[in-house]
């Protein structure tokens, strides 16, 4: 659990008293507030970038490699902050925290940062941070080969006819070449390692409490720091949230996205059958019920025979045609791109374009990252060929548009070292100062696995649900009602008295 062009994957989230929360969540004690080294200084610079705010700064924020061993080895977080503009006004600081794995931080600053500052009218300095292993911050490699990195190889896609034996040697390979080359940053890329990091950056910037703003993956990561660290969260949105359930984690998010892509398809295809289509040649059927078997039908005619592209090299396969499909399904705004694209392919004579995020690789650097956190926070089941065959096999037939993707192997199911610390369990302990928004039709996050994280947070939460498609909420699908309540309540802290909906 972004954007999810390219970050998909992978898919955060207090009169409870803090050392009771602690305690609960049995973890070490340096993440409960033991022995620090100096807390450093920040040398702030501009780093403004087209688009976005114009006073955006950046700095280097050094961290422990292993917060058990704070004096030890450093490497150091890319952060970034938006001054407010009218200090007068100011209440504290707002983290931005990013999906992913693997999403920038940095990089939705500046991105969202000019909209925050509208809604917020200088509320807050805003500030994010780019995760261990990602943009500007300490990375690692794998040495994975180019062909293991485009992300329909970073996504289990099985072959044709649900075929999982490229699988099963791709993720082996790839488990076997992050332990014999990622070394201790690798195995430090974990969520737990995020949160503690948030957590120096609250304390250099001076701050007794955060606010903050996670999206999808950002949610998982908002809910262990208001978990792990109850005292020091102040108003907290969570938009668009997975199921917490520790015994899973992102091995759940994964398997949950059959079901999202079936909650959120019926609304492409109900625009893709419109007659307001016709004008600019995308419509792709008479009526809605028809757009399924369509695609189903391409999926099926590229597996058994990929088109070339316009990338040299890169042909476009049934797989392709899926993890677009996926892809599209998060935004509404992304429909006509992937219908021109469908549109297309109906003449054999045409040679289609891929959209940019299969076009190449992923870098090294970068498929790393994201492979290693799913990886490091838990302990995945090692299944045998035989048992992923049969979970392919029945989670296709279930839902044909995933084709059995979420549930089959991984490299996590090869993963050489242990995770260091269980998995923080989230519940109810702690402030009330929690927002939950979620689309009713979620591709990545689907709103019945949400009700997961909004039954473990109990009294600390409310759930607003707007009554549309999409993953990602705030200041993101176009919904003024959604937008207002979470701008109200992260500037004046006034929340729905009760779980309620917005529509669309």
Request: with cysteine; aromatic share 6%.
């Amino acid at each position: 659990m972004t954007t999810p062009l390219n970050k998909a994957l992978l898919l955060t989230l207090s009169a409870a008293a803090a050392a009771t929360a602690l305690t609960a969540t049995a973890l070490p004690a340096q993440a409960a507030g033991g022995p620090r080294p100096q807390t450093p200084a920040l040398s702030w610079h501009p780093c403004a970038k087209p688009g976005g705010p114009a006073t955006q700064e950046c700095a280097d924020l050094p961290v422990p490699l292993d917060y058990d061993d704070p004096d030890g080895p450093q490497i150091t977080v890319a952060v970034s902050r938006v001054r407010s503009d009218r200090p007068q006004a100011r209440r504290g600081t707002l983290v931005v925290i990013p999906g992913g794995p693997g999403g920038s931080g940095v990089q939705r600053l500046t991105q969202k940062g000019a909209a925050l500052q509208q809604q917020l009218a200088g509320a807050y300095d805003l500030v994010a941070f780019d995760p261990r292993g990602v943009g500007g911050s300490t990375t690692a490699t794998c040495g994975l080969a180019p062909d293991d990195r485009y992300l329909t190889s970073l996504r289990s896609w099985p072959g044709p006819d649900g075929d999982v034996t490229e699988n099963l040697a791709r993720s082996r390979r790839t488990a076997e070449a992050c332990a014999r080359n990622g070394g201790p940053v690798l195995r430090s890329f974990t969520t737990l390692n995020q949160v503690r990091d948030m957590d120096r950056l609250r304390e250099v910037l001076g701050e007794r409490k955060l606010s903050a703003w996670g999206v999808s993956y950002g949610t998982y990561v908002g809910a262990v720091y208001a978990q792990t660290y109850p005292g020091r969260t102040d108003r907290w949105v969570l938009d668009s949230s997975g199921d917490p359930d520790p015994k899973r984690v992102a091995r759940g998010w994964l398997a949950n996205m059959g079901q999202g892509a079936d909650d959120r398809f019926p609304d492409f295809a109900a625009w893709a059958a419109h007659p307001d289509r016709d004008k600019d040649g995308l419509r792709l059927a008479q009526r809605p019920e028809e757009v399924e078997p369509l695609l189903l039908s391409l999926f099926a005619s590229l597996d058994r025979a990929p088109r070339p592209s316009t990338t040299p090299g890169v042909p476009l396969t049934g797989n392709g045609l899926r993890q677009a499909l996926q892809n599209t399904l998060y935004s509404d705004s992304a429909f006509p791109g992937f219908a021109r694209l469908v549109a297309a392919l109906r003449d054999p004579a045409h040679t289609p374009a891929l959209p940019p995020e299969l076009a190449r690789p992923l870098r090294d650097e970068d498929a790393a990252q994201l492979v290693a956190v799913l990886c490091n926070d838990v302990t995945w089941p090692a299944g045998s060929a035989a048992d992923y065959r049969r979970a392919v096999d029945e989670d296709r037939a279930r839902h044909p548009l995933t084709a059995g993707m979420p549930v089959n192997v991984s490299p996590c199911s090869f993963w050489k070292d242990a995770p260091e610390h269980k998995p923080v369990k989230i519940t109810g302990h702690g402030p009330s100062g929690i927002l939950m928004i979620q689309s009713r039709r979620d591709p990545s996050t689907p709103h019945s696995k949400s009700l997961k994280m909004r039954q473990a947070l109990g009294d600390r939460a409310v759930l607003v649900t707007v009554e549309q498609g999409g993953h990602g909420v705030y200041l993101g699908n176009g919904n003024a009602c959604g937008d207002r309540t979470v701008t109200r309540f992260l500037t004046t802290g006034r929340r729905p008295a009760q779980d309620t909906s917005c529509a669309n």
